[in-house]
Nanobody
Framework: QVQLVESGGGLVQAGGSLRLSCAASGTSGSIFSIYAMGWYRQAPGKQREWLARITSSGRTNYLDSVKGRFTISRDNAKNTAYLQMNSLKPEDTAVYYC?????????WGQGTQVTVSS
């Protein structure tokens, strides 16, 4: 069982930056390294939206609307994934979730709130 804990959310002005972290526990670094890690968000009244993914080999993919502003990364030695968010907009306001996926295994964190003021 993998537990994921997000942190780094908060209130920021439009144009600002935040870095979210997703710390995994319940697994060793060697196991964490083979999970694909993803970031999602859910705004009030909207469905959860996929944002970015990084594979075990480090290949990344992004939702078009965040490409160039958000960067996903991982540090397998620290069992942690990150989402660097720059040039934030009010429409980026949401609860942000990380996800770990490997075959049939799919784990979620509890989310961290990001609020971007105009």
């Amino acid at each position: 069982q993998v537990q994921l804990v997000e942190s780094g959310g908060g209130l920021v002005q439009a144009g600002g930056s935040l870095r979210l972290s997703c710390a995994a526990s319940g697994t060793s670094g060697s196991i964490f390294s083979i999970y694909a890690m993803g970031w999602y968000r859910q705004a009030p009244g909207k469905q959860r939206e996929w944002l970015a993914r990084i594979t075990s080999s480090g290949r990344t993919n992004y939702l078009d609307s965040v490409k160039g502003r958000f960067t996903i990364s991982r540090d397998n030695a620290k069992n942690t994934a990150y989402l660097q968010m720059n040039s934030l907009k009010p429409e980026d306001t949401a609860v942000y979730y990380c996800n770990a996926q490997l075959l049939q295994y799919d784990y979620w964190g509890q989310g961290t709130q990001v609020t971007v003021s105009s």
